[in-house]
């Protein structure tokens, strides 16, 4: 497979229309940390951003940062980090879950859109993307957006190129809002809930008024022992509902206290605080009890998206009826499950049952085999498949860029 190393926009452009008149597709990587998820894509080149790694421009005050595609994501948020900022929507690192090195890159983040337990509070990775410069399918540059918070430049193109999975456009810079650190936290912990109490209970704190920044639920389960900073959480195989608040320590406290009064009807409430909650969110963001290194790190892992208010009885169903193992977050919102292995990832099953619940599902992991005969991205209904073809056909026509990894079949 030839590899492409391109040290700036200009050489994108000149590889995509090399591409174009050769009709050759191009996959498109960073350092290649995702490679495992999507359907397998035919094609003999691949299009390496990793030298387009600098830090444009950085402006703390502006709670702004300008950055290449091609930077190493742990590089970025070192930086940031270090004035005390960060990303608010809490990028997914993939590599536990897949079991890859852990370089992840600032345009694999934006491309895969996977955000973590502050999603409902702070947004997804394309409320964080103020602009972008990218090559289409054209082999022509563009620019979407601007470097301002307020911006109301144009078209806001670059919210379509995240969650993209490079399908649209090549993207060569970004620019994206940071936020300063929550000065403390606190995180409220209730046992032995079973899924659909557990559900109503998120369902409560979240819409109560204690501004509740994460919202999740592990199941009691013999087959996931707790390890790392789950455990923590009690004994191996009890179940545990989290909540998180965040802000200055008083408020965060005040808050706290307030909330486990509310929610006293369902259990005596635990609060752990700052180091110990933040190293639980960082493990529940990651997806660490599926972890590819784990005892379940040969099973399909399925992200399912559905109304919070069904997560907890689509969980149930679908665990009892699989043998599988889940995880809650986003109130329920959203729903880890990693299943027993079958040549189809038990996707028949997990389609049916997330249909009815009115939710879509994506297949993070699996083998290249199961990818090869299972849509791995969700179906779509034939209107929006067909507006979401067209808004394709507007920016790579040929379909040059990462062709079929989206749908099953568009590969050949």
């Not at 557990?198 to 199941?219: I, W």
């Not at 079958?342 to 009815?356: G, H, I, M, S």
Request: proline letters at 6%; aromatic letters at 4%; one cysteine or more.
């Amino acid at each position: 497979m030839d590899t492409l190393k391109v040290r700036d926009a200009q050489d994108v452009e000149q590889v995509v229309r090399a591409a174009i008149a050769s009709e050759q597709p191009l996959e498109i990587i960073g350092h290649g940390s995702k490679r495992q998820i999507g359907q397998p894509m035919a094609t003999n080149a691949l299009l390496d951003l990793s030298d387009l790694n600098a830090v444009t421009a950085y402006e703390p005050n502006e709670l702004v940062i300008t950055v290449q595609a091609g930077a190493p994501l742990a590089d970025v948020q070192s930086l940031i980090d270090s004035r005390n900022q960060q990303f608010a929507f809490e990028p997914v690192d993939t590599s536990v879950l897949l079991g890859t090195p852990a370089f992840g890159t600032i345009g694999g983040m934006i491309g895969a859109g996977l955000a973590g337990p502050r999603r409902i509070k702070a947004g997804g990775a394309r409320d964080h993307l103020l602009g972008a410069h990218a090559v289409s399918g054209f082999g022509d540059s563009f620019k979407t957006g601007g470097r301002v918070v307020k911006n109301v430049t144009g078209y806001d193109l670059c919210k379509l190129l995240a969650g993209s999975w490079g399908t649209l456009a090549v993207m060569t810079e970004v620019t994206l809002k940071v936020m300063p650190k929550p000065e403390s936290e606190r995180t409220l912990v209730l046992r032995g809930l079973d899924e659909v109490t557990a559900n109503r209970a998120m369902t409560a704190a979240l819409g109560s008024p204690f501004d509740v920044s994460g919202a999740a639920h592990l199941p009691n389960s013999a087959l996931r022992p707790a390890a790392g900073a789950l455990a923590g959480l009690g004994a191996p195989g009890q179940a545990a509902t989290l909540l998180r608040l965040e802000g200055i320590a008083a408020s965060a406290a005040h808050r706290a206290a307030s909330l486990g009064k509310v929610l006293q009807s369902y259990g005596s409430v635990e609060i752990l605080e700052d180091a110990t909650s933040l190293a639980i969110w960082g493990a529940l963001r990651d997806v660490q009890p599926f972890a590819a290194g784990g005892a379940l790190g040969a099973w399909p892992v399925w992200r399912i998206v559905c109304p919070p208010a069904s997560g907890g009885a689509l969980g149930q169903a679908l665990s009892r009826d699989s043998g599988g193992e889940v995880i809650y977050d986003w109130g329920g919102g959203l729903i880890w499950a990693a299943l027993p292995p079958k040549p189809d990832a038990q996707a028949a099953l997990v389609r049916q049952r997330v249909d009815a619940a009115g939710g879509h599902a994506t297949l993070i992991r699996a083998s290249e085999p199961v990818r090869r005969i299972v849509d791995v991205f969700h179906p779509q209904a034939g209107g929006l498949a067909a507006l979401g073809e067209r808004v394709r056909q507007g920016f790579d026509p040929k379909n040059i860029l990462n062709r079929g990894r989206l749908k099953r079949g568009d590969a050949a």
